[in-house]
């Protein structure tokens, strides 16, 4: 558990939040400002990461092999795991005759 000395500066630092509004605040409402602190950071962090992975995958898609993914070329932690996982048969047009024969079973 960090100190009252390190809470103090991760809520004036990170929070905005200045000293004589920090002793004002009950222990539920720092917890609020803490998670919501945490939330930010989090999302910032992300953000980050998929824009490099974004900038990456611009950079080296032309010489990327046909149907590799954004996810497969740089998976992240927070990926669902389902988009690491695309085949290219699920990619692929169908064929002339696979879509003739689905014109005959299910009509115009």
Known sequence: MPSIEE??????????VSYSDFLLLTLD???AIAEAITTHQERTYRNQWEQTRLIAWHAIAPYLK???S?????????????????TDKAHERPSDEE??????????
């Open 99 to 108: 879509i003739e024969r689905m014109m005959r079973r299910f009509g115009n």
């Open 7 to 16: 809470t103090l500066a991760t809520a004036i630092i990170e929070g905005g």
């Open 29 to 31: 409402e720092w917890r």
């Open 66 to 68: 046909e149907g590799v």
């Open 70 to 86: 954004i996810y497969q070329m740089l998976p992240l932690p927070w990926d669902p795991p389902q988009e690491h996982n695309h």
